[in-house]
Nanobody
Framework: VQLQASGGGLVQPGGSLRLSCAVS??????MGWYRQAPGKQREVVAV???????NYADSVKGRFTISRDNAKNTMYLQMNSLKPEDTAVYYC??????????WGQGTQVTVSS
């Protein structure tokens, strides 16, 4: 099972990025995006079920959108109105009940002017 995250980079405050997570070797019921900033614990950003039910951290509601394409076995995170406090390594994950069984390698998102 592999999860390959991509799409991170450097963006100015107020900008946008779209992260992708391509999954091979399994089909997950639950998937999610997590992030970890330097010196902080990993935190959940957004989660999505196979039937597209979603939940977001309060800090990203209204700015981030999680989605998945089951035909492509790929998950996305559209991030708009980015803030410096969104800077972190973003990880995608998946599982059969909770999205914490398998993890991707992480992609760096840096929001800075």
């Amino acid at each position: 099972v592999q999860l390959q995250a991509s799409g991170g980079g450097l963006v100015q405050p107020g900008g946008s990025l779209r992260l992708s997570c391509a999954v091979s070797g399994s089909i997950f019921i639950a998937m999610g995006w997590y992030r970890q900033a330097p010196g902080k614990q990993r935190e959940v950003v957004a989660v999505i079920s196979s039937d597209a039910r979603v939940n977001y951290a309060d800090s990203v509601k209204g700015r981030f959108t999680i989605s998945r394409d089951n035909a492509k076995n790929t998950m996305y995170l559209q991030m708009n109105s980015l803030k410096p406090e969104d800077t972190a390594v973003y990880y995608c994950s998946g599982g059969s009940r909770y999205p914490t069984d398998y993890w991707g390698q992480g992609t760096q998102v840096t929001v800075s002017s």
